[in-house]
């Protein structure tokens, strides 16, 4: 508002020096002269209020749009503080799933793990099972064999047994027999002795 008054107070001065500045005039008529700069004067000042008011115009219209701007900003700003707190739960939960996905991805990696580890673990059962297996029907070979060499010895134990009562009764056939021999000789021995 002081810059409108003070350019008022230019363009007056301006006015006046125009005024002023035309001698020639001033001596051709005095009723012309008189008359005309307090014309010249009116229509300046006209001018000048016009001007200033069409000034004072413009800067209120161009504080009400700077206002308007403000406003539209101020809201704007409001928008987007808005958008803001909404957006930040949006945010957490988008790290909360984003940290969920992430869970179930290294759960799902250490079960595929766990499935490797499960599938080399049947596969070696499997191979102990079929070594379990071969010494098994080893073991039954063996047993069926180690049978086999039992009643073989339980039959060479009879048939030792048998031998042993062979020999005895051998010996006690051979003391028998030595017995009679020995009485075979004395009856000889007195049978020569007589004749």
């Known amino acids: 508002m002081k810059i409108i008054w003070g350019l008022c ?28 700069p307090k014309e010249e004067v009116n229509i300046l000042l006209f001018g000048i209020v016009l001007f200033s008011e069409s000034l004072n115009d413009v800067h209120e219209t161009t504080e009400a749009k700077i206002e308007k701007i403000r406003q539209t900003l101020r809201s704007h700003e409001e928008t987007l503080e808005k958008l803001k707190r909404q957006t930040e739960p949006a945010a957490e939960v988008e790290r909360q799933i984003k940290a969920a996905i992430e869970s179930l991805q290294a759960q799902m990696a250490k079960q595929r793990a766990q499935i490797n580890m499960t599938k080399d673990w049947l596969a070696s059962v499997e191979q102990e ?67």
Do not use: C
């Open 9 to 36: 107070l230019l363009f007056l001065a301006e006015g006046l020096r125009a005024v002023h500045a035309a001698p020639g005039r001033r001596r051709t008529s005095e009723v012309k002269d008189r008359a005309a």
């Open 129 to 195: 099972e079929v070594e379990l297996q071969t010494k098994v029907k080893k073991l039954e070979m063996y047993l069926n064999t180690s049978i086999s060499i039992k009643e073989l010895q339980k039959r060479a134990e009879e048939q030792s047994n048998t031998l042993k009562g062979l020999q005895h009764w051998t010996q006690f056939q051979k003391e028998n027999i030595e017995t009679q021999n020995e009485q075979l000789s004395k009856l000889k021995m007195m049978s020569e002795a007589k004749t």
